[in-house]
């Protein structure tokens, strides 16, 4: 899963960052109002935090042009203006979601994970195809009556396959579900992290088509 982080204080943009990466998220980190709406323009995100007072344009600015240009990309605003009236205008201007800084980082994890699920038309917390059934709660994942915690960059690539069980996803599709600006991805990195997924479950719970990329089965 891939986000956008706005966020213009350095320490809290930081410690987000960190944190996301280990829970399997790739995270791009816009610092001020041009950079993110750059940024939401060539690139698709599952998912959006934004800070609301911005150097250049402000998260409003962004978050109503984003809007306007007929996005649907959740968006979660962190903001430290708890007034009703900035809330109401962070909602109605296309918002999914209002968080008051400072908040614990468990909160926020678990208003993503929400989320995710709803934006992918899931509101359980369990998604299931091909015998496989993932926890996005606790980060399992349940096959043939066996589970089994995952890493974080597994966990994110079964997200993205049984987000739309069926269809077909590169290797650069997972790469950049994966993968961030700033990280390297080495050649085989995918392959490595499906290897170890089909050593933790079995050959077929990930299906590979030859010469396209990786799927699980609808059934």
Do not use: C
């Amino acid at each position: 899963m891939r986000l956008l982080l706005v966020e213009d204080d350095r320490m809290i943009g930081e410690s987000l960052v960190q944190a996301l990466k280990a829970d399997g998220y790739s995270i791009d980190w816009a610092k001020d109002g041009d950079t993110a709406e750059e940024s939401l323009a060539v690139q698709a995100y599952d998912l959006v935090l934004l800070d609301i007072g911005l150097p250049k344009q402000s998260g409003i600015a962004v978050l109503q042009k984003l809007r306007a240009g007929k996005s649907t990309v959740p968006v979660i605003i962190i903001t430290a203006r708890d007034t009703l009236s900035d809330k109401v205008l962070g909602l109605d201007s296309g918002a999914d979601d209002y968080i008051i800084k400072p908040f614990p980082l468990a909160e926020l994890e678990a208003r993503i994970r929400a989320r995710l699920r709803r934006s992918g038309g899931n509101a359980s917390p369990l998604m299931e195809a091909g015998g496989l059934s993932l926890d996005t709660a606790k980060r399992e994942i349940t096959y043939k009556g066996i589970t089994t915690p995952l890493s974080a960059k597994e966990y994110a690539i079964l997200f993205a396959l049984l987000e739309h069980p069926g269809r077909i996803l590169s290797r650069a599709d997972l790469e950049e579900r994966l993968y961030g600006w700033d990280e390297e991805v080495s050649s085989n990195a995918v392959e490595v992290h499906i290897h170890q997924l089909r050593k933790k479950l079995d050959a077929d719970a990930i299906r590979n088509v030859r010469g396209i990329g990786y799927m699980v089965a609808t059934a």
